[in-house]
């Protein structure tokens, strides 16, 4: 009686030993999933976290980038300004030089200040030769121009477009050069030297007033112009240049 008591006892002890060990299976392995996902979790955690560090250096090199643009843009416009100052100042210069001057006037472009001369004051009807009377008026042009050694001079030279008929000229783009180089030549004979000096013979290209008919006679149209570009300026094309740079 005894022994087969005791064998119950171990039988059920057994068998809730067996029971524990599959309860204490199921629970590992439960374990061992977590522990997985936990895994890659902390994978993931760590492939977001060098993603993030990658963009945040990213990010800085962009930050420096901008500020060193920021930069070269500030000194950009510092440079435009100083330009816009020296180009006014030039302009009141010029208009103090040719107030009380008949058909001449000084016109601010985007190229810089203009002497514009009508041409009835400089030449007669289809001629390239100087009036005398415009040479009092050049040469207070000429005296201007003397001490400004740096200074770049550009004489241009337009007309309309009314075909030339009764002159030796070709054309009247041969006759805008002319009478552009009249103007230059008479400078250099008062001293201003000729390296600094060019021409341009625009004919009827650029005309300062557009007739409805083409070849309608057009006064404003007939002139010559001085561009001076003040000593030490830049184009704002080769400021640009250096900012891309």
């Known amino acids: 009686m005894l022994k ?3 064998a119950v006892v171990v039988g059920i002890t057994l068998i809730g030993l067996t029971g524990c060990c599959g309860q204490l299976q199921k629970e590992n392995q439960s374990l061992q ?6 895994e890659d979790a902390k994978e993931k955690l760590l492939a977001e976290n060098e993603t993030l560090k990658a963009h945040g250096e990213t990010l800085q090199v962009g930050l420096v980038e901008a500020r060193k643009e920021a930069r070269q843009m500030a000194q950009l416009v510092g440079e435009l300004k100083g330009e816009q100052g020296k180009l006014l100042e030039q ?4 208009e103090k030089l040719v107030k009380g001057l008949s058909g001449i006037t000084v016109e601010p472009r985007n190229e810089g200040n203009f002497i514009v001369m009508e041409s009835e004051i400089l030449f007669a009807s289809g001629k390239a030769e100087l009036n005398e009377d415009a040479k009092a008026s050049l040469n207070r ?12 001079i ?10 030339i008929k009764h002159s030796p000229w070709q054309d009247n783009y041969q006759l805008a050069a002319m009478r552009a180089h009249a103007v230059m030549a008479y400078l250099v004979e008062k001293g201003v030297p000729s390296e600094r000096m060019y021409v341009v013979g625009f004919g009827p290209n650029r005309p300062l007033v557009q007739p ?7 006064a404003e ?3 010559v112009e001085i561009l001076l570009v003040p000593e030490g300026i830049r184009s704002i094309s080769e400021i640009l240049e250096g900012f891309e740079r």
């Open 4 to 6: 087969r008591t005791v």
């Open 33 to 38: 999933t977590k522990l997985v996902e936990i």
């Open 91 to 94: 302009r009141l210069e010029l």
């Open 141 to 152: 042009i000429a005296d201007y121009l003397l001490p400004k050694s740096a200074l770049e």
């Open 154 to 163: 550009r004489v241009d030279g337009h007309t309309d477009a009314v075909p």
């Open 212 to 218: 409805e008919d083409p070849l309608e006679p057009m």
């Open 221 to 223: 149209n007939r002139r």
